[in-house]
Every structure is written in structure tokens, then in C-alpha cells.
């Protein structure tokens, strides 16, 4: 046996601790080395770069961020100076921090260790941002902090037209929208329906979700809607909003919204989504949708709520996820009693199946596999009479798939929008 007199634990050490904060500091570090103090450099070498960060478990951005995090609450600013300039231009690109990605940091961080570590944390940070800004392609401006939303909620507003619309708009994260993309909820839920896929997509989207008229925040007008009206709704929204022609995606109710727009204003719909939807109803169930109506108006929400669950998730989510359920149902029996009926009457009457194929909008059409409301067929239906629309299944899901399977959703969203 011969002896291999690499010091292996040293030199994968030292290719992790280059690779995360850069040759050049790393041998800067070296050359700095004494007899003082060389041992110390082999030890953490060894130690805390290849037994610690040698370890797979955990991505190295999510090792970035929490040394970020550590020092910050320590007070160790000058580590702290170290890891923000070695996460923003040190290493490789897929382990590098964007500045919005060190700016979330030190917010998550200030909850835990205190606006005192935050403050100096920012300062720190914007220091070497104006150091170094160019070569990453980020410019410090002033912002009025009033100005400023929370990026998962986006800024809240009204239309000014009535009925008044609440909409929420999330600027695209990247400051450079590729477009702009409206959710349209179901009958009986809200916009925070779309949370999860619109702070997803408001990574490069400009991204607006919106109560329907009788719902949500919503002016709710006591009167029987029809499916042309809601599509008036969306398309003073947009008009409003100047952001048209848009990628329209809508559940349930809001794919009939964006059915109906799509045709009446081809001009503001660039791309459709139709998830858990139909185009039409059998006269049969035309009638139940009359029989919902005179049972709200007679005795509320409520008496129809458990039924509606029922409908909108499948059993084995109903009792895995039974919290998630009670939030929507919450969210069902609260809604305005006239702009439940209103809303019921729209959809119950919804009735595109022989325009649709003056569709000019890319199409794509979501249905859940277990979808007792719109059941399989009727997306078939939609998805033969749009020219060129796309058909896609997902597995396990029932009405409200984008709460029962939202990564399936999302993954099939983005497909369509990246094709």
C-alpha cells in the first residue's frame, strides 16, 4: 500500500470555500497565511468547508442564506460583509443570491433577531450593492416606502367604474413583466384562491387577481348577472387597468368569464387558460342551478355549503386537508347572499359552446380527472371547439384543482405560457 500525502479533507475544503466565496478571496486568504495562523486556515478549511459545507443535505443557497442570517444576529458584520459579497458575485451562478433574494433575507431575519440587526444589515448590504451594483446589473433608486406593497399580496385597489371591482396587482419581481396575467376565481371564493400560483407567476409576470362582482371585497348588485356582464366586468378592468391584451386564466366561473371576453373583446386576450370549467350546461342541470337560487334566497348560504365541498373537492382531500377545506368553506358562507344568487344565475345560463370557435386566443384547458362539476367531457368539448387549444388532465384532482394539486397546476400554467 502505498501513501497518498493529499490531504483530501484540506482539498475539498478548499474547492467548496472557492466555489462559494470566489478564487479571489480565497487567495487572498492564503497568501496571508503565517506560521501564526496557518493551522487555523487548514482547520476551518477542513472543518467547516468540507465536513460541514461537504455535506449534500442542503442546497448551497439555502447554506448562503443561513450564514447571512447567523451573522446578522450575531453582530458578526465583517463575516456578514463577506458572505453578502461572495453570495452576490462569488462562486457560480446557481449558488449566487440576487439582491432581491439578500433583501428577503435580512426581512425574514429581522423578525427573529431584531430591526437593530436589520438596520445594520441593510446598511451593510446597500453599501457594497453601490460597490459593486454594475457588475451584477442592480441599481440602487429611491422608492417612497409608501409606495412599496407586500410582494405576496400586491398593491389593493377599486376600479373606479361600477360595480366596484378589488383587485390586487403584483409587479413583476424582475421589474420587466413579460405580460400581464388576470386569475379569475371560482363562484363562491375570492381572489386569495390564486395566491400560490400568482406569486409564482409574479416572478415575470405583471400579475392581477380580482373579486367578482357579489363577491370578495366586490360590489355585489342585487340583480341575476349573466356571463356578458361578468365578461363587461373584466374588460373595464383591463381597460382601467391599460394592461390589455392580457393571459387570461380563470377557474370554474372565471374560465366562463374568459370564454365570453375571449369572444365579445378578442382583442384584450392573448392567451386563454379554461381550468374546471364548461361551456354549457344540460338542461337538467340548468334546472339545479335555478333550484341553488330559490334555496339561498330562502334560506341562505349555509344549508348548501357541506353539498358545495362536496363538489369542489374529492373525498380523500376532504379528509387529509380538512382545514384547507373549512377555509374555503368559511369563505363560501360569507360570501354576499345577492352576489352568490347573481353569480349562480351567470353560470348556471353560461352558454358559449357553439361561439367558441371564434376563440383567437392561444388555449389551454385544465380539467381534474375526479371533477363531479365539470366533469372530463366538458373540457373536451371546450378543447375540440377552440382551434388549436390544448387538453391536459390532472390526476387526483376534483373542481378546485388548483387548490387540491397546485404544483400539477402550476407545472401545466407555465408549460402553456413558456411553449
Keep these: 500500500m502505498t501513501f497518498d500525502a493529499t490531504n483530501h479533507d484540506f482539498e475539498r ?22 506560521n501564526f495562523n496557518a493551522e487555523f486556515q487548514e482547520l476551518i478549511t477542513r472543518f467547516a468547508w468540507n465536513e460541514i459545507w461537504g455535506r449534500p443535505g442542503l442546497e448551497k443557497k439555502t447554506r448562503r442564506a443561513m450564514v447571512l442570517a447567523i451573522t446578522m444576529a450575531l453582530g458578526r458584520w465583517e463575516e456578514f460583509e463577506l458572505h453578502v459579497r461572495a453570495g452576490l458575485v462569488g462562486g457560480t451562478p446557481e449558488t449566487r443570491l440576487t439582491p432581491d433574494e439578500l433583501k428577503e433575507i435580512i426581512i425574514q431575519t429581522a423578525i427573529y433577531a431584531g430591526v437593530p440587526a436589520a438596520n445594520t444589515g441593510f446598511t ?3 453599501a457594497i450593492l453601490k460597490e459593486i451594483g454594475e457588475e451584477i446589473g442592480y441599481t440602487l433608486t429611491p422608492l417612497n416606502p409608501a409606495d412599496t406593497c407586500h410582494p405576496g399580496i400586491g398593491h389593493e385597489h377599486v376600479t373606479q367604474s361600477k360595480p366596484a371591482l378589488h ?6 419581481r424582475n421589474g420587466q413583466p413579460r405580460q400581464t396575467v388576470i386569475l379569475s376565481h371560482a363562484l363562491g371564493c375570492d381572489l386569495t384562491m390564486w395566491d400560490r400560483l400568482a406569486n409564482v407567476l409574479a416572478a415575470e409576470y405583471d400579475v392581477v387577481c380580482y373579486d367578482h ?8 348588485p342585487a340583480s341575476l348577472y349573466t ?23 380563470g377557474l370554474s366561473m372565471g374560465g366562463m368569464v374568459g370564454q365570453e371576453l375571449a369572444i365579445r373583446r378578442p382583442e384584450l386576450v392573448s392567451k386563454l387558460v379554461i381550468a374546471n370549467s364548461t361551456s354549457a350546461y344540460p338542461d337538467a342541470v340548468r334546472d339545479v342551478w335555478q333550484q341553488r337560487i330559490a334555496t339561498v334566497k330562502a334560506q341562505g348560504i349555509e344549508v348548501i355549503a357541506d353539498a358545495v365541498m362536496e363538489r369542489y373537492f374529492h373525498a380523500g382531500f376532504r379528509a387529509e386537508r380538512a382545514a384547507t377545506v373549512a377555509s374555503y368553506r368559511r369563505r363560501l358562507v360569507t360570501t354576499d347572499a345577492e352576489g352568490y344568487i347573481g353569480c349562480c344565475n351567470a353560470v348556471g345560463t353560461v352558454n358559449t359552446t357553439d361561439r367558441l370557435p371564434q376563440v383567437k386566443a392561444a388555449t389551454l384547458v385544465i380539467a381534474g380527472e375526479l371533477d363531479q362539476g365539470a366533469p372530463v367531457s366538458m373540457s373536451e368539448t371546450m378543447a375540440n371547439q377552440i382551434p388549436g387549444a390544448k387538453l391536459v388532465v390532472l390526476k387526483d384532482a376534483s373542481h378546485l384543482a388548483v387548490a387540491e394539486q397546485p404544483q400539477a397546476f402550476t407545472d401545466a400554467v407555465q408549460a402553456f405560457l413558456n411553449a
Design 13 to 34: 475544503g478548499l474547492k467548496n470555500r472557492r466555489e462559494i466565496l470566489g478564487d479571489a478571496w480565497v487567495d487572498r486568504s492564503l497568501e496571508r497565511a503565517t
Design 124 to 126: 451593510h448590504a446597500q
Design 167 to 172: 383587485y390586487t396587482r403584483r409587479p413583476a
Design 213 to 220: 362582482r357579489g363577491h370578495g371585497s366586490s360590489d355585489a
Design 227 to 249: 356571463m356578458e356582464a361578468l365578461a363587461d366586468d373584466a374588460a373595464r378592468l383591463i381597460g382601467e387597468l391599460g394592461c390589455g391584451p392580457v393571459i387570461w386564466i
